[in-house]
């Protein structure tokens, strides 16, 4: 069994910071991409940021520039720098994982249970 354990959110203003983690736990064999996704009120889940296993990067256009994701394979963990904070950047942010289980060949993707961010004065 694979668990993702997020922490992090909260509250901020605007032009504040946050960092968000999340750790993958359980019979994990590998791991493959990592990234955040988020869910405003009202609106889809979008991508935020990615990271693959060779450490390739990918950032959605409203946070190039002011978010980044990186990841630390010792700890199956990927974290979200988040700077410059804008009220548009409210919403659940959610972690993402695909990874390769013990005791089989196939990947799955597995997704956190959500962490709020919100931003206001």
């Known amino acids: 069994q694979v668990q993702l354990v997020e922490s992090g959110g909260g509250l901020v203003q605007p032009g504040g910071s946050l960092r968000l983690s999340c750790v993958a736990s359980?019979?994990?064999?590998?791991?493959?991409?990592m990234g955040w996704y988020r869910q405003a009120p009202g609106k889809q889940r979008e991508l935020v940021a990615t990271i693959t296993s060779g450490d390739r990067l990918n950032y959605a256009d409203s946070v190039k520039g002011r978010f980044t994701i990186s990841r630390d394979n010792t700890k199956n963990m990927v974290s979200l720098q988040m700077n410059s904070l804008k009220p548009e950047d409210t919403a659940v942010y959610y972690c993402?994982?695909?990874?390769?289980?013990?005791?089989?060949?196939?990947?799955?993707?597995?997704w956190g249970q959500g962490t709020q961010v919100t931003v206001s004065s």
């Open positions: 993402n994982v695909n990874l390769r289980p013990r005791g089989g060949p196939v990947s799955y993707t597995y």
């Open positions: 359980g019979r994990i064999f590998s791991i493959n991409a």
